[in-house]
C-alpha cells in the first residue's frame, strides 16, 4: 500500500496591525483570471482543530508592483459566490475521501 504524505501547507500571514496567524491551506481554485485560496486557522493539535468551530477564511491573490500578495475578498456577491464554490468542491473532497475509507 502507498504511504500518503499529510503534511499540511502552511500559510503565515501578517494582518493590517502586523500580526502574524497561520493558516492551513484547504484548497486553490482559479476563477475568471483569479486565483483564489481556501484556508482554516492552523493548530498543530489535531484534536483541538476538530473541537473548535473553525471558519473556512477565502482570500484572492493579487500582485502589485512585481509583489504577490493575498486580499480579503471586499464584494459580498463575489465572496459569496467564490466562498460557496469552495464549500462544494472541499465537501465533494471529503464525500470521496470518506468513500475510499469504507
Known amino acids: 500500500m ?5 503534511t499540511p501547507e502552511i500559510f503565515t500571514l ?8 497561520e493558516f492551513e491551506l484547504m484548497d486553490v481554485m482559479q476563477v475568471d483570471g483569479t486565483t483564489y485560496y481556501a484556508l482554516v486557522p492552523y ?3 489535531p484534536e483541538a482543530a ?8 477565502i ?7 512585481g509583489v504577490d ?5 471586499d464584494n459580498d456577491e463575489e465572496y459569496d ?3 460557496n464554490m469552495f464549500i462544494e468542491r472541499i465537501s ?8 475510499d475509507e469504507e
Do not use: C, P, W
Open 43 to 45: 493548530t498543530e493539535d
Open 92 to 99: 465533494q473532497m471529503l464525500e470521496e475521501e470518506y468513500e
Open 14 to 21: 501578517t494582518d493590517e496591525e502586523g500580526n502574524e496567524h
Open 59 to 65: 482570500l484572492k491573490a493579487g500582485d502589485e508592483d
Open 50 to 57: 476538530l473541537e473548535e468551530d473553525t471558519e473556512l477564511v
Open 81 to 83: 459566490r467564490i466562498g
Open 69 to 73: 500578495f493575498l486580499s480579503t475578498i
Open 2 to 6: 502507498e504511504e500518503m504524505d499529510f
